[in-house]
T-cell receptor, first 113, second 112 residues
């Protein structure tokens, strides 16, 4: 597509429920990244994919967080048993490869009540 | 660890004035730098980038300056407009690593 597409744009969920966040990167971008941004804060790295593999998962906050990427394209970030501290904007970005800038999506605003 | 940081978290600018946003980095191996603009409710948007073999690069109303001696990066916005109100992030890349390291962000508010 023309840009990075994320869905849903907003998600309100009850504490303890699982959520799935989707990212559709720019066509041809081999690298895909997930970041988290709490209100008024900076960008917290979660995970990155090169193709379908994830060489760096160092930013995932706990084992409740997981992500996958299929076909070198769409990625899903799953948060199990959501907690209130998971409330944040989850941003996805893609790039052509190493040493290149990212293109970000508009993010998914997750609110856990 | 080494990271990218910002000198000031907020900047208030009179409309029409020039803005200067600063960023310090500590990793001398960094060779690619980017400025992003994030408006409320949106994802960060690429503004301008610069590689370490340059010390200045100009875009439309924006200029990025890189001083490798003191490991300092700045973004200058000419004739600041209300639409420039946003959070600005600097980011660095180290020798073709896949991951960018982001600074904390500077909030720019333009006064009418």
């Amino acid at each position: 597509g023309a840009g990075v597409s994320q869905s849903p744009s907003n998600k309100v969920t009850e504490k303890g429920k699982d959520v799935e966040l989707r990212c559709d990167p720019i066509s041809g971008h081999t690298a895909l990244y997930w970041y988290r941004q709490s209100l008024g804060q900076g960008l917290e790295f979660l995970i990155y994919f090169q193709g379908n593999s994830a060489p760096d998962k160092s930013g995932l906050p706990s084992d409740r967080f997981s992500a996958e990427r299929t076909g070198g394209s769409v990625s899903t970030l799953t948060i199990q048993r959501t907690q209130q501290e998971d409330s944040a904007v989850y941003l996805c970005a893609s790039s052509l490869g190493a040493g290149m800038g990212y293109t970000f999506g508009s993010g998914t605003r997750l609110t856990v009540v | 660890g080494e990271n990218v940081g910002l000198h000031l978290p907020t900047l208030s600018v009179q409309e029409g004035d020039n803005s200067i946003i600063n960023c310090a980095y500590s990793n001398s191996a960094s060779d690619y730098f980017i400025w992003y603009k994030q408006e409320s409710g949106k994802g960060p948007q690429f503004i301008i980038d610069i590689r370490s073999n340059m010390d200045k690069r100009q875009g439309q109303r924006v200029t990025v300056l890189l001083n490798k001696t003191v490991k300092h990066l700045s973004l200058q916005i000419a004739a600041t407009q209300p639409g420039d109100s946003a959070v600005y992030f600097c980011a660095e890349n180290i020798q073709n690593d896949y991951k960018l390291s982001f600074g904390a962000g500077t909030t720019v508010t333009v006064r009418a």
